[in-house]
């Protein structure tokens, strides 16, 4: 940083982008200016009107070690702590999958389901197997002040960070968090259940990007041999915990639609919907159970 002169937001603004442009970081202004924000802050529109803030020492110091942080390779939202998801700011941990656009389409596809349940019991039971941050869960219920949701994690720090976001966002009455190995201490029946399992082959770990491979946690992205271990445990349980009319929403990797069809179809449920993600891949599969019958 300049010797003598103030910081001012102008001067960390120029200073983050060229050590990011220069570490080779894509978006290099646009990352140094939300960290810049974020650690004083500060919007959009104070660097345009007020460029000669002054930013304090101690705030400077730790936006360096942020800009430091960014050129060794760590995505901005690690950085930053929180993420924004369907509108919602999510705090994340290191035991939580920092929540993706992708997952955006499968709380799209679940709204006429939800809505469908609301109008009909007046209420929707949601289950959110694997939630992480809660960021399923807490985008459902966003929309529907009527449904309640209980997120599911085998990780009991994923679950305090979902927790923490539902008190931030008012929908802590709403949400409730079980510590599971998918279904094992789940209790009661939902109209829907959603989930985003880890679904990569183990062996594919080692080559996705280093920001993924290296941040978010393996249990949140190792799907076994195959990529579809957690599916098969799901569709082998999933009956028993959906009333009536009850649906199963699930996001799948670009490239297992058929397979993970094949897994439910085997235990009985047949093919409501599905969806492809904005990229034009497919990325969730929803599924039900034939009207069962009367004894
Ligand atoms: C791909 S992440 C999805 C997180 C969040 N739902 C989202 O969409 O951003 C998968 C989640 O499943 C959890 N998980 C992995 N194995 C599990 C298991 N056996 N039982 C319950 N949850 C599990 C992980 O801890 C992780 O939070």
């Not at 694997?130 to 599911?152: M, N, R």
């Not at 679950?159 to 976001?165: G, M, P, S, V």
């Not at 599916?231 to 009850?246: S, W």
């Amino acid at each position: 940083m300049a010797e003598g002169g103030p910081v001012t937001l102008e001067v960390l603004l120029r200073l983050g982008r060229d050590m990011l442009l220069k570490a080779g970081i894509p978006d290099a202004a646009l990352d140094a200016r939300l960290l810049v924000e974020r650690f004083t802050g500060t919007t959009r529109t104070d660097a345009i009107i007020d460029p000669l803030r002054p930013v304090d020492s101690e705030t400077s110091r730790k936006i360096l070690k942020a800009f430091e942080r960014r050129t060794a390779g760590e995505p901005l939202h690690r950085i930053t702590g929180s993420r924004q998801f369907y509108g919602l700011e999510l705090s994340l941990s290191p035991a939580t999958l920092e929540p993706r656009p992708d997952t955006e389409t499968l709380v799209d596809a679940m709204l006429p389901l939800v809505r469908k349940t609301v109008a009909r019991r007046g209420s929707c039971r949601i289950l959110d197997l694997g939630t992480g941050t809660g960021a399923i869960a807490l985008a459902l219920l966003s929309q529907f002040p009527e449904a309640t949701a209980t997120g599911v994690d085998v990780s009991a720090e994923a679950l305090a960070t979902a927790c923490a976001n539902a008190e931030r966002l008012g929908l802590s009455v709403r949400f409730s968090a079980t510590c599971s190995d998918w279904f094992q201490n789940v209790a009661g029946l939902y109209d829907v259940i959603v989930s985003n399992p880890p679904y990569i082959p183990r062996d594919d770990i080692a080559g996705l990007a280093r920001d993924v491979r290296e941040h978010d946690p393996r249990a949140a992205l190792d799907g076994g041999g195959d990529g579809l271990d957690a599916y098969r445990r799901i569709a082998a349980e999933a009956a028993r915990f959906l009333d009536d009319d009850g649906t199963i929403g699930l996001e799948i990797g670009f490239d297992q639609r058929q397979a993970v069809t094949s897994i439910f179809e085997g235990q009985g449920f047949e093919l409501l919907g599905s969806a492809k993600d904005l990229g034009g891949d497919d990325r969730v599969v929803i599924f039900g159970l034939p009207v069962r019958s009367q004894a």
